[in-house]
């Protein structure tokens, strides 16, 4: 009997006691590994000797495209072609005509963009720093040297986004590796902290209460963006992620529940966990958050200026610098740098004398041990709330001025 889409899909991943084989049609089978993979295989034989070829993996190639792949592999056979040296061939023709370019494009927008939140940043990074040097080469013809010296050149300039640059080369080169799109992966053991000697700084950097007085007081009395100001001001409110509230939609509050409902794309955890994050809107909170909500008429809280689309990924960079700045010009004073994550860990820091540590790590969205969010699935919400509550009522006595 024939193998179906559906069987398939109840097989895949399911864990097995041996390796087993079900048939399909005209030679086809698959073979399904104790891990549950499955892999699609034509059987022929070719000089009198049986040979198996690999015909990819389920998911990543349908029923259907490997039933195609079967026919013309079958159509070679009968023409006196071993069709192994027909794929072999084939694969080498493609990765010859195979540039860089096309396979970041490939592997963007089938991979990246679904699954990364900020994918926007991804492809910035590449536009900037790899497609121009590289980008026209075939993939397989990039050498190790090449990579690394690209790398190591953006390392010693911008040792953070050299990082992240590796993290996600890596990936698009295994990405295409698996899929056979090209047949070499140069970056696969290369380590940042080894191989480009990036040492990352654990941020350490928490505003203290009259920083924190000082900096909204700076805000009202400069010409930022009165959005810019409440962006900075909810950030410190949540201990959020930059990206969870640029990418809101006005859809996400529900005022009447008083839930933020942060969607599986939206957040960074979201590709391990499957789940939304869910943040409450407490009474104290929904007057800014009213106030964000009129602030437009796109369908987006903090929207890109005259369009509906969220606010570009790096907008609010050059705020911290502008409070700095105003600060040393008009009272001498020297405060020391702060960013906007640095916001976060304040608001962690302070939850630490407010609430318990889950119910503090859940307020910011990270993610709780493996066994944890197996056997956990309690959302926190009231806790939160009286959190929030109370972290809320000592920050609008922090801005007013404290007596």
């Not at 259907?64 to 023409?79: N, S, V």
């Not at 396979?103 to 991979?111: A, C, D, I, Q, S």
């Not at 990405?175 to 654990?202: Q, Y």
């Not at 008429?297 to 609010?316: C, E, G, L, M």
Request: glycine share 4%; charged share 25%; proline share 4%.
């Amino acid at each position: 009997m024939p193998l179906t889409e559906s069987w398939l899909k109840a097989q895949a991943n399911k864990p097995r006691t041996k390796i087993e084989e079900f048939p399909d049609r005209d030679s086809i089978s698959v073979r399904i590994s104790v891990k549950g993979k499955i892999t699609f295989q034509l059987r022929y034989r070719f000089v009198g000797k049986a040979h198996r070829l690999d015909l990819g993996s389920y998911p990543a190639v349908s029923l259907k495209e490997a039933r195609t792949q079967g026919d013309r592999y079958r159509a070679a056979l009968e023409q006196g072609q071993d069709p192994k040296q027909v794929k072999l061939k084939e694969a080498l023709s493609h990765q010859e005509a195979y540039t860089f370019t096309q396979l970041f494009e490939e592997w963007y927008e089938r991979y990246c963009k679904p699954s990364k939140a900020s994918h926007d940043q991804v492809r910035r990074s590449f536009e900037l720093y790899v497609l121009p040097v590289v980008g026209k080469q075939n993939s397989d013809a990039i050498t190790a040297n090449q990579w690394f010296t690209l790398l190591e050149q953006l390392a010693e300039v911008k040792p953070t986004i050299a990082e992240r640059l590796l993290v996600n080369l890596k990936q698009c080169l295994q990405w295409g590796r698996k899929r056979e799109l090209i047949g070499l992966n140069p970056l696969l053991t290369t380590s940042a902290k080894k191989d480009l000697k990036i040492v990352r700084n654990v941020g350490e950097r928490v505003l203290s209460d009259d920083e924190i007085h000082l900096v909204f007081e700076v805000l009202g009395k400069t010409h930022i963006a009165h959005k810019n100001k409440l962006l900075l001001k909810l950030l410190l409110i949540y201990g959020c992620r930059v990206s969870e509230l640029r990418l809101a939609k006005k859809e996400d509050f529900d005022l009447v529940k008083g839930v933020w409902t942060v969607p599986v794309g939206n957040h960074k955890t979201g590709i391990i966990t499957k789940r939304a994050l869910l943040r409450p809107i407490t009474e104290n909170i929904k007057p800014y958050i009213k106030e964000a909500l009129t602030l437009n008429s796109t369908d987006y809280v903090f929207p890109v200026s005259n369009a509906n689309a969220p606010v570009k990924a790096r907008a609010h960079i050059a705020i911290s610098t502008g409070v700095i700045r105003w600060l040393k010009r008009h009272r001498n004073i020297d405060m020391v740098h702060w960013s906007v994550h640095d916001l976060r860990r304040t608001m962690r820091t302070n939850m630490s004398s407010i609430t318990e540590p889950h119910v503090a790590e859940t307020m910011i969205g990270h993610i709780m041990p493996k066994t944890w969010r197996t056997y956990d699935k309690y959302d926190y919400l009231e806790e939160q709330a009286v959190a929030y509550s109370a972290w809320v009522g000592r920050l609008e006595v922090i801005w007013k001025g404290r007596t």
